[in-house]
Every structure is written in C-alpha cells, then in structure tokens.
C-alpha cells in the first residue's frame, strides 16, 4: 500500500522560497506508470494543480506558477520535491502531494491521481 | 486561463440520487479530457473516486458513477447517504495530459 507523506517548513518568509517533500513509501518512485504531482489548496478554497513530474524527470506546471516552481525527483531517497520561489501572502495554503496513475487498456489512455498525501500547511509571513 | 466549472452546491435527500457536472471553458468535455472525481470532507486530503471518465478504483462505493453528459463530464450518485455529505471536485487534463485544472468544487448537502 503505497503512502505519501509531506515534510517542510511551516512558516515562509515573504519573498523567500518554499521547499517541501514528499515521501514515497510502500512503492517506488521510478515505477513506469505513475507521475508525482504537488497540489495546494488556499484556506477554505478549492484545489488548485501545481505540476508533476514523471521518473523519467519530465516536468509539466500550471502556466499561472511556471516561473517560480520547481518540481524534482530523488531517486536514491525514493522522494519528490517542491521549489516555490519569491513567495507571498497568497502562497499561504495547504500542499498536498499526489500519485498520478497512468495507463493503456482497450485502446485508449487512461489517466486519474490515486493516492494523496495527508497535505501540509504553509503560512507566508510578512 | 482555461476555467473549469461546478456547481457551487446542491442539496439532496437521504437515499435520492444527484447528479453533479464539470464544465471546460475551452468547449465540450470530452475521454481525452480525462474527468476525474475527488471527495473531500472537513479537515481531510481529497480521495479520488472517479478516473477517467467512468473508471473506479477499488475503494469507490457502487453509488457512484462517473460520465459524459452533454458536453460535461458528470458524477452520479444514486442512493445516497448522509456520509456522502462533503465537497466534490472535478478534475480535468489538457493538452494530451500536459496541463490539468481543477473545477471550483462542488458543496454537497445530504439533507
């Protein structure tokens, strides 16, 4: 049973950067099949998708975050990571990190996230 | 900025059945827009339900049933009971899985 576990600072400086992880347990990281996506939700407000990254390290962003976030693998530590640089007030959220699952059957691709994270709050201060 | 649209709430009777959608900004939903369905409860990470369209994962309830329905993708639950009660959101890929938006969600009320 695969489990993901965030980690990370809890209190942010304006302007600073963001870095949180998440743990994979139960399966491994570089299983073909499976992308890692890190999501946030800003207090009592909806989920919003930050991007993912496949094992084979390609990346994919929400086109509103692109030039402040930074999604990385390491492989040896079986984790993924987030970078959000130049953070603000409106940074301030819970972060959840997920399993996207990816797969062929019947002649069409079939794509869903399975398995999420507990989520871990992030508050920026001035 | 491709918006992707829910209902804000609904209410629905113990044992009744909703129906909730999901609206693309950029025209019809379609299988290639890969609908997915989460649950999410007060104080809880969401849990998927739906992926795909119609396809569930082994934890889904039968209650619950996921298609295309005029040009949205929709979620179905039929029987429903009070611990259904929670918000559901929708979730869309783009741009053959490059790009994914989230809908609003949905404030589900089992009253």
């Known amino acids: 049973q695969v489990q993901l576990q965030e980690s990370g600072p809890g209190l942010v400086k304006a302007s600073q950067t963001l870095s949180l992880t998440c743990t994979v347990s139960?399966?491994?990281?570089?299983?073909?099949?499976?992308?890692w996506s890190w999501i946030r939700q800003h207090p009592g407000k909806g989920l919003e998708w930050i991007g993912y990254i496949y094992f084979t390290e390609s990346t994919y962003y929400n086109p509103s975050l692109k030039s402040r976030v930074n999604i990385s693998v390491n492989t040896s530590k079986n984790q993924f990571s987030l970078k959000l640089t130049s953070v603000t007030a409106a940074d301030t959220a819970v972060y959840y990190c997920?399993?996207?699952?990816?797969?062929?059957?019947?002649?069409?691709?079939?794509?869903?996230?399975?398995?999420w994270g507990q989520g871990t709050t992030v508050t920026v201060s001035s | 900025q491709t918006v992707v649209t829910q209902e804000p709430s609904l209410t629905v009777s113990p044992g009744g059945t909703v129906t909730l959608t999901c609206a693309s900004s950029t025209g019809a939903v379609t299988s290639g827009n890969y609908p997915n369905w989460f649950q999410q409860k007060p104080g809880q990470a969401p849990r998927s339900l739906i992926y795909?369209?119609?396809n569930k994962h082994s934890w889904t309830p039968a209650r619950f049933s996921g298609s295309l329905l005029g040009g949205k993708a929709a979620l179905t639950l039929s029987g429903v009971q009070p611990e259904d009660e929670a918000d559901y959101y929708c979730l869309l890929y783009y741009g053959g899985a490059q790009f994914v938006f989230f809908g609003g969600g949905t404030k589900l009320t089992v009253l």
């Open positions: 139960g399966g491994s990281i570089t299983s073909g099949g499976y992308y």
């Open positions: 795909s369209t119609n």
């Open positions: 997920a399993r996207g699952i990816y797969y062929y059957d019947s002649g069409s691709f079939l794509y869903g996230m399975d398995v």
